[in-house]
Every structure is written in structure tokens, then in C-alpha cells.
């Protein structure tokens, strides 16, 4: 089966510096991917890992162990804009040829102030 | 670049009519669109690959004949729900890949989605 787990919710303090977590269980890998999502909106693309390691680009990056089936999104410099949810994604070709993603049920984040 | 649009953003009908939902690519070609739907306070679940000239691969559970799905060309989508039902209201969002935008990373662009309402 495919299985990809987050934390529903967080809260952090504007400025500060959170880490969301992902833990991923797929028939197939070919890359993860972090997406922010406010409420009634898209999706909007954060970021992709395919290899092992960091990613750094502005106040966000992302890691990936493809061993241990984990990722993590870190946010740094929290802005109350922040404020959204948080989808990882695994890219995965189940079930046929083409790649398809496989979202997280999300984390909430709430900056406060 | 990489801009996908949906029309409508919002639509209500009433119970048992049908209603069609566009996806467009609309500054690049786009072989396969897919189609989620997401209900309040959950993720994204897919409900069907669309290639272009081809059948859509439908996910399992998610009835063919129900959601019926068009990809008559490089650049447009169309999602039809016929007889559609209370439980059908959700938010419906569409995205497209292209390899080449992409950097070779698999990456899908998303549409703003539809709101559909049924009464």
C-alpha cells in the first residue's frame, strides 16, 4: 500500500524556526515533494528532494533519507503569511507507467505572533 | 511560464444535473493531466490520470462512468460530473506535467481549482 504520514497540526512563533515532518511507505520512489496550500487555494511548489540530503532555497529547506522513508521541511524566520498547510508528496509509479503523486493529509501550521 | 487555469472557480447546481470543469495549460503542451479532489480539512486524492488522445486511468474507487473525463488536446482537460449528488461537493483541482519546464523533476502544475456546490 501507499502511505505517507505528517503531523495534523502545528503552532509556531513568528521568527522562529519549525520542522515538519514526513515519513512515506510507497510501491516505488522517483522523488518527494513539499507543497503549500492556503485555504481555498492550490497547491503552490516549495520544493523537490530525489537524492539523499539537504535542499536549501531562501527561509525554506528540505531533507530526504530514502533508507529511513523520512523527509522533513524546515521554515525558517516564521512570517505570519506562513500560515497554511504543508502537503509532502511522493512520486511514485504505482500501479502503471506514468508517475503519479501521492499526498500527506497536510499539516497545519499556525504562526503566531 | 508552467500556468495552469481551471474555469469555473465556483459553480453551485442543483441535485442530479451534470457539470463540466476545464483545465488548460495555457503556456505549455501538457501529454497527462490529473484530476484530485480534496474535501475540507483533507489532502489531495487522486482521482484520475488524463492522457492526451487517449482513455483516462481512473484510481480505484472513483466510478468512470460518474466523473467523466476529456483530453482532446495538448492543452485542455475537461472533467464532467453527471448526476451529481450532495456528496460530490468538494474542491476539484487540476494540474499538468511537462518534463522539459520541469528540469526532468516530474514536477505537476497546479490549477487554482473549482468549488463545486451541489444543493
Known amino acids: 500500500g501507499q502511505n505517507i504520514d505528517q503531523p495534523t497540526e502545528m503552532t509556531a512563533t513568528e521568527g522562529a524556526i519549525v520542522q515538519i515532518n514526513c515519513t512515506y511507505q510507497t510501491s516505488g520512489f522517483n522523488g518527494l515533494f513539499w507543497y503549500q496550500q492556503h485555504a481555498g487555494e492550490a497547491p503552490t511548489f516549495l520544493s523537490y528532494?530525489?537524492?539523499?540530503g539537504l535542499e536549501e532555497k531562501g527561509r525554506f529547506s528540505s531533507f530526504l533519507s530514502r533508507s529511513k522513508g523520512y523527509s522533513y521541511l524546515l521554515l525558517k524566520e516564521l512570517q505570519m503569511k506562513d500560515s497554511a498547510s504543508y502537503l509532502c508528496?511522493?512520486?511514485?509509479?504505482?500501479?502503471?507507467?506514468?508517475?503519479?503523486?501521492?499526498f500527506g493529509t497536510g499539516t497545519l501550521l499556525a504562526v503566531q505572533p | 511560464g508552467a500556468v495552469v487555469s481551471q474555469h469555473p472557480s465556483w459553480v453551485i447546481c442543483k441535485s442530479g444535473t451534470s457539470v463540466k470543469i476545464e483545465c488548460r495549460s495555457l503556456?505549455?503542451?501538457?501529454?497527462?493531466m490529473f484530476w484530485y479532489r480534496q474535501f475540507p480539512k483533507q489532502s489531495l486524492m487522486l482521482m484520475a490520470t488524463s492522457n492526451e488522445g487517449s482513455k483516462a486511468t481512473y484510481e480505484q474507487g472513483v466510478e468512470k462512468d460518474k466523473f467523466l473525463i476529456n483530453h482532446a488536446s495538448l492543452t485542455l482537460s475537461t472533467l464532467t460530473v453527471t448526476s451529481a449528488h450532495p456528496e460530490d461537493s468538494s474542491f476539484y483541482i487540476c494540474?499538468?506535467?511537462?518534463?522539459?519546464?520541469?528540469?526532468?523533476?516530474?514536477?505537476?502544475?497546479f490549477g487554482p481549482g473549482t468549488r463545486l456546490t451541489v444543493l
Open positions: 503556456d505549455f503542451q501538457a501529454t497527462t
Open positions: 528532494n530525489v537524492l539523499d
Open positions: 494540474s499538468a506535467r511537462d518534463f522539459g519546464l520541469a528540469g526532468g523533476k516530474d514536477e505537476q502544475f
Open positions: 508528496a511522493v512520486s511514485s509509479p504505482y500501479g502503471g507507467a506514468t508517475n503519479k503523486l501521492i
